[in-house]
């Protein structure tokens, strides 16, 4: 590729509005175009976009808006995506290509990474561009968090996956100017031999964990699944929700929706409370852009307690139906 | 002809050794383990033998599993754990230039072996490995492979020349069908992995691996390079400062944790 230029963005959508991640995304890359001199793109694909999703990539600062509507994207969106970006990326050259470590983005940036014979730098929490020739480095967790790697891609374009909200999503400006170009490419059925057969939501109503403003987490040490009731009842005092650590989801006590960690969900809440977590690095790895965390939990030794704000060494039996009363007088009070 | 199923499995650091016994070698930049802790083989990709080995169990005599290794040593007791769990055979990439591969340099070895071992149906390998968290070699072999991959399944089911696979996706799951050959990656979700019973043991003893060099494979040195260069691996500091908060007794503690919250205005 002889005159790279630009960051590309790969897009995602939710609901009809650019995906959070997304946004995130934009932040970065208009940060890594301004050290350039060199444009932002994003990429967005589905069966049917609405203008909105487009409107949002402009807002959060993307110059060009490329869009692709097709049925393969909701049959076999990451093959269908995959067969665009890389058509995208061949055409257009760009230095920089950023995609989320979502469920879609941790298949499709491998899958461009090799398709072009380049590295990938994965799970990214830090991306920086010294010049362009230099190379990009990345910062990603490792050994489930327990070590960082530092990490740098010298062929162009280089390719990132960045965690979800390891990047604080910019100011939305409605203001800003930006081009919509739809692409048409001819996708052949051949590109999609793995086809989505069903869906269905496992997810129970009420505040999406991902989302939630105030998190209860429960551990091992809970002992079963008859704790997670007092758990619940905190969170929706605080109009939050529930999440677990890896084991107990594993022993069947929650649901695997509920788990938080490297493998499972990763949570950005104001507040974190969490209940009998020791805190391996595991679970940590889906927390660590948690603004406050607490932690009720006996053994003073743990872990949870290097990373927690606030911290209670006791027994959760005790500590806590004391601790979920005082919070119910403390809000019916306002 | 049976199914032919391959599981590509690793060997990894312990990930249940506590932290703290953690060190970081800054030559090879790699953690390592004490001494007296042994390597376990990653822990996803024991998922992936027992998704191999359901499907063994459901087509008794129709099924040979292959599972294939790459790296520079082994302990043998460990790699050969999943034999000990019902698999048919061992294949062992193992040179000297196998060492601290990146995730590209590792797809194109076992792209190498996988093609060397000829025809087959299924590629299974855990849904990402422990200590390097990538989650990169399983799509780069599908991609070097030309092979459908569909990532973390909970369950796979073979029917004629198809095959079905439940994803654990965010909210809920999903059903989605490949044709064969496919390239899967399996997740912890699918179930505890068998433990070997003292049968399966026995014949893992008899069984020896079969070892491939890096010349057996027919590989360019020049895809042995790494395309992602690894500069510095640190443990990140800790700077927060917890407060602990104190009561009367246990009960005290909670409610005192509850004003301290209000407080700090976070509920």
Not at chain 1, 76 to 94: D, F, G, I, Q, Y
Not at chain 1, 248 to 255: I, M, R, S
Not at chain 2, 151 to 159: D, L, P, R
Request: proline share 6%.
């Amino acid at each position: 590729m002889s005159s790279t230029s630009g960051v590309l963005v790969v897009g995602e959508t939710q609901n009809g509005r650019l995906a959070p991640v997304t946004a995130e995304l934009l932040g970065l890359a208009r940060s890594l175009a301004r050290g350039l001199q060199e444009q932002v793109a994003v990429v967005l694909g589905a069966e049917k976009l609405s203008p909105e999703a487009a409107a949002d990539a402009i807002a959060y600062g993307a110059e060009t808006v490329y869009t692709v509507e097709h049925a393969l994207m909701e049959q076999s969106p990451v093959e269908a995506m995959l067969a665009v970006v890389e058509r995208v990326v061949r055409e257009k050259t760009p230095t920089v290509v950023l995609v989320g470590k979502t469920l879609a983005g941790s298949d499709l940036g491998p899958g461009l990474a090799f398709r072009l014979g380049v590295g990938l730098a994965q799970d990214c929490i830090e991306v920086t561009l010294d010049s362009k020739e230099k190379g990009l480095v990345a910062v990603r967790p490792v050994y489930g968090g327990v070590a960082m790697a530092r990490v740098a891609l010298k062929r162009m374009p280089y390719v990132a996956t960045v965690r979800p909200k390891a990047f604080d999503p910019p100011q939305r400006d409605t203001s800003r100017k930006g081009e919509v170009v739809a692409l048409n490419p001819s996708l052949d059925a051949s590109v999609a031999r793995v086809r989505v057969l069903e869906r269905a939501s496992e997810e129970s109503a009420g505040v999406r964990l991902e989302d939630a403003r105030v998190v209860v987490g429960g551990g091992r040490g809970l002992g079963g699944p008859e704790p997670f009731q007092m758990l619940e009842e905190l969170a929706k005092l605080l109009g939050g929700a529930v999440g677990a650590s890896r084991a107990v989801c594993d022993a069947g006590w929650v649901p695997y929706h509920y788990q938080i960690g490297l493998t499972g969900k990763t949570i950005a809440p104001d507040l974190y409370i969490t209940v009998a977590i020791s805190g391996a690095s595991q679970h940590m790895a889906g927390c660590s852009g948690a603004r406050n965390i607490v932690a009720i939990n006996k053994d003073r030794d743990s872990n949870i307690f290097k990373e927690a704000r606030f911290g209670v060494v006791a027994d959760w039996k005790k500590a806590l139906p004391a601790f979920a009363e005082t919070v119910k007088e403390l809000v019916k009070s306002g | 002809m049976p199914l032919h199923i391959i599981v590509c499995v690793k060997q990894v650091l312990d990930p249940e050794t506590p932290a703290s016994a953690l060190r970081i070698d800054p030559q090879l930049r790699r953690m390592v383990a004490p001494a007296n802790v042994p390597p376990v083989v990653n822990g996803f990709d024991e998922n992936a033998v027992e998704a191999a080995l359901r499907i063994k169990d459901a087509r008794p005599g129709d099924v040979k599993i292959t599972v294939l290794s790459c790296g520079k040593s082994f302990a043998m007791e460990v790699i050969k754990k999943p034999l000990s769990m019902g698999c048919d055979e061992l294949v062992l990439l193992q040179d000297n230039a196998f060492d601290n591969l990146d995730a590209f340099a590792t797809a194109h070895v076992l792209a190498a072996a996988i093609k060397k071992l000829g025809a087959f149906d299924i590629v299974l390998c855990g849904r990402q490995a422990s200590d390097w968290d990538q989650a990169q070699v399983p799509q780069g072999l599908a991609q070097l492979l030309g092979l459908p991959g569909v990532t973390i399944a909970k369950k796979v089911e073979v029917t004629d020349k198809k095959v079905r696979v439940e994803r654990v996706v965010p909210g809920g799951r999903e059903v989605v069908e490949a044709s064969l050959p496919a390239l899967i990656t399996v997740t912890n979700e699918l179930g505890q992995p068998r433990y070997p019973n003292l049968r399966g043991i026995m014949a893992a003893t008899r069984k020896q691996p079969v070892v491939w060099k890096a010349g057996d494979l027919g590989l360019d040195p020049a895809l042995l390079q790494p395309a992602v260069e690894l500069q510095e691996l640190f443990i990140p500091v800790q700077e927060k400062n917890v407060e602990i908060i104190e009561g009367e007794d246990d009960a005290d503690k909670g409610r005192k944790l509850a004003l301290k919250l209000r407080e700090a205005k976070l509920i």
